[in-house]
């Protein structure tokens, strides 16, 4: 059983920064793939990075692309999301997951465990 929590999720304005961090239970954190998603009001749940073991690569979707970044802490078991020139359409919830087996990147399916979600809220 692996838990996620994520935190830093607030309200902002337009163009302003903000970083998520979400915190993982569990002894082989390092071996997960980890990944970000999220779902705004009426939507569906999209894609919007991962990270692999070791940080060597990292994965964007395509409207997050240059704005967002994720990075990983092995040693604090978190992941982070780094988010940049936020736009009111980046309002969502925003989810953790981890992907143990290693095979999902941008595939939601390929995820094991969720958070509860940390809500972003971008103001014009």
């Known amino acids: 059983q692996v838990q996620l929590v994520e935190s830093g999720g607030r309200r902002v304005q337009a163009g302003d920064s903000l970083g998520l961090s979400c915190a993982a239970s569990?002894?082989?954190?390092?071996?997960?793939?980890m990944g970000w998603f999220r779902q705004a009001p009426g939507k569906e749940r999209e894609f919007v990075a991962s990270?692999?073991?070791?940080?060597?690569?990292?994965y964007y979707g395509d409207s997050v692309k240059g704005r967002f970044t994720i990075s990983r802490d092995d040693a604090k078991n978190t992941v982070y999301l780094q988010m940049n020139s936020l736009k009111p359409e980046d309002t969502a919830v925003y989810y953790c997951?981890?992907?143990?087996?290693?095979?999902?990147?941008?595939?939601?399916?390929?995820?094991?465990?969720w958070g509860q979600g940390t809500q972003v809220s971008v103001s014009t």
């Open positions: 997951a981890a992907d143990l087996l290693g095979v999902g990147a941008t595939v939601q399916t390929a995820y094991d465990y």
């Open positions: 569990g002894h082989t954190f390092s071996t997960y793939v």
């Open positions: 990270i692999v073991r070791t940080g060597r690569n990292s």
